[in-house]
């Protein structure tokens, strides 16, 4: 074992020293802990590990029969490196049986995920906790899930006693992936609303279904074409006084390395005075991060009752 690889390599053997049912995060490069290894990260999606390689010297620093040594109760069937460092994020099988569809679970909900296929496997699992949070805080409650994804968010809402989810994404396909993982979930139908819109073309389809009882935003950084945290962010939280209940919560989600806490304090002061902070929530702890302001930074705020 090099002394560079000793760190992940003792984070897979740790890991799979147990069974692991559910999908989680075995190592995170990019959290800057671990030098020579911040351009590679671990996931497993069971019973498959994604390698991402976020540059070219990453795709050599992973040997696959010691992952493999390290999987003792030889849960793994297949092994995925996707180069993250290139167009289109290519990745291809370099161990195993090629997996094409898998569903997931973490704390016992249900998740289709597709590693290697795009960009993004369509479970951020660093918003663990987060989903957590949801279980335990929506019952009896209306719930606006703005930049939904895949959903599973509101997945997590429905699962703590949710009355109604509106999930909101400018994207056909992740709203109908999203609608895939409710199902999964037995979550009926009628419970959710699942609207694919650009929501700065207009606010009025939102605001048919609410007012709402808690508001999640978790916008990508950037995307060409679709929102721009920096330019486009202020533009959501001056609507919050239009779409929440008294009392309301908001989670706030920022993903940025340019962009710190303080930033989203200003905005909220500046765009919605009506709402006050409560809390920094925690990121899940596989991604601890030398810089968390570098990282996912997630809020709470409260409407005033």
Known sequence: MSETLAPLLEAAECFFAQSQAEARR????????YPGLEHICLDWYPPLVLV??????ADSLLPVDSLLAADQMQQIQSVV???????????ETVHGEVLENITVLENGLKFEVHPGRRQNAGLFMDMRLVRQWLIANCRERNVLNLFAYTCSLSVAALAGGASSVTNVDISKTSIAWGNRNHELNDQQSRSVRSI???LFTSWGRVKQFGRYDVVIIDPPTRQRGSFDAAKDYAAVVKRLGSLCNPGAEIIACLNSPFLESSWMHQLFEAHCPGAEFVERLPVAPEYQDREPEMGLKIFRFRMAG
């Open 81 to 91: 490196l996707q180069r993250r460092y290139e167009q289109g994020a290519p990745a």
């Open 52 to 57: 991402s390689a976020y540059d070219v010297s």
């Open 26 to 33: 075995i190592f995170h490069g990019r959290g800057q802990l």
């Open 196 to 198: 694919p819109h650009n």
